[in-house]
């Protein structure tokens, strides 16, 4: 017999497996020998008092057999000589697009424009440590997208986007840890997201379809306003291929600016749309973990036996928009995510163990066509004009490098001008500058009232000791690719699918996944 349980228990109640057999017992009122295994579905952390509570919710086996580990793997068959579905991208939206296809009997041809995982890490040191950017290969282009090198978190805050337990068991398939099923907040890291992706692409030639790295868009073959295939640019060879299809799912990520120029310059239909931008801010992980955990100091270090890094989620309307915290990565690292010369950009990752000193998080303001309508010669690439101009401001603030303009947390809300600077996890360093001056009154104002408002929900948040590093600017695209609500395909181009983040239709590893997996099954609805 099998019954299934909710349990409210201690974080070391909850870390030690005898003593939850021990209360589903006595819950269940049954002899504890009569429990053959407890298994885990669901776990929670519930901080919002000083008594922090970790939430349960069990299956409880009583007098059956232990049940056998299930079995994430899929079956697939060769797909070698199927149609052919072209996917621009091998981030988290073609990746899943793909395996959706080989699974529907289709052969992607998968075109990547940067490097395999272990050949990105070449690019990722340069820019770390030599300030060099690879416009190819970098923490937003190559295999894995950008969530293969920042962070890895397989949450999302819509649950209307698909079915997230096919995307999670996928990436349990390929090498993940079984524990991201159960938590309220899965998280891969970036240390171990390489070798998962690495095994997804191993899937999808092993079943017959194609990966080709070092391969750039750089047109689209359109005959009676339908797809017929792309012209990629062999970027090691300098020499230009057509790849030949019917159907082409574009899911190139929020950062390949080209590829919007692209279609806007051949009268391909796209639109500008809201997005956010901000700072990313870093503090002492321990400061964060005592304002979570309700503790001093001196007791963080016992409160992290029994519970991981915390985390925090913020938000607060300030001047009629929304300021809130955005891919907050306990015991992390702020990165360099410029993908172009001339631009500094930040993100943050954390690896599994979230064990390093620091805790950050991008801190956005929602950005409306108002505020960028120096740029409205643009048209729908207005946005991402703007978006741009912030980046070199930080750029040159930083001093025409990858080094980035911060200041104090207090400082930037009180407007005064850091003298000095504590450490960072960013690696290729700091200049102390006058953000509160630098940033455009619609993103600093609101910026300086939503710490303040932070500040009052989290006593202690507000600190000098925390520092904000310019620029956020890449948490969504400025620019959406319409398609169709029932077929997906673009509204002027038979064929093309917008898909995923760069189109405006996900915004995480795990939307990304589940939307190229919707292509994919559009395209299959109609083979």
Known sequence: MKNELNLVL??????????????????????????????????????????????????????????????????????????PVIVIGAGPAGLFAALELIEKGMKPIVIERGKTVKDRRRDLAAINKEGIVNPHSNYCFGEGGAGTYSDGK????????????KVLELFVAHGADETILIEAHPHIGTNKLPK???????????????IHFNTHLIDLIVKN?????????????????????????????????????????????????????????????????SLQYHCNLNEVAKKRDYLPASSYSLVHQALGRGVYSFCMCPGGIIAPCATAPGEVVTNGWSPSKRNNPFANSGIVVTIEPEDYQKFASHGPLAGLRYQQAMEKMAFEAGGNGQTAPAQRLQDFVNGKLSPLLPDVSYQPGIKSAPLHELLPPEIGKRLQLGFAEFGKKMRGYLSNDAVIVGVESRTSSPVRIPRDKETLEHPQIKGLYPCGEGAGYAGGIVSAAIDGQKCANAIACLK
Request: hydrophobic share 35%.
């Open 10 to 83: 201690s974080p070391e109640e909850a870390a030690n497996e005898s003593v939850i057999k021990s209360i589903a017992a006595q819950q269940l009122h049954i002899p504890e020998s009569n429990i053959t295994f407890v298994k885990i579905l669901k776990r929670s952390i519930d901080a919002r008092s000083r008594n922090i509570k970790i939430n349960l919710r069990i299956d409880v086996y009583v007098n059956e057999q232990v049940p056998e580990s299930p079995n994430y793997k899929i079956s697939y068959s060769n797909v070698s000589p199927k149609t």
């Open 154 to 165: 397989l949450y999302t805050r819509s649950t209307k986007r698909g079915d997230i337990t």
């Open 196 to 210: 998962i992706i690495e095994a997804m692409r191993q899937t999808i030639i092993d079943n017959g379809g194609e």
């Open 225 to 289: 306003n339908s797809i017929k295939g792309v012209v990629c640019k062999q970027l090691e060879k300098d020499t230009t291929t057509e790849f030949i299809a019917d159907s082409v799912i574009l899911a190139t990520g929020h950062s390949a600016r080209d590829i919007f120029e692209l279609l806007h310059s051949k009268n391909i239909l796209i639109e500008g749309k809201t997005f956010a931008m901000g700072v990313r801010v870093e503090h002492p992980q321990a400061l964060i973990d």
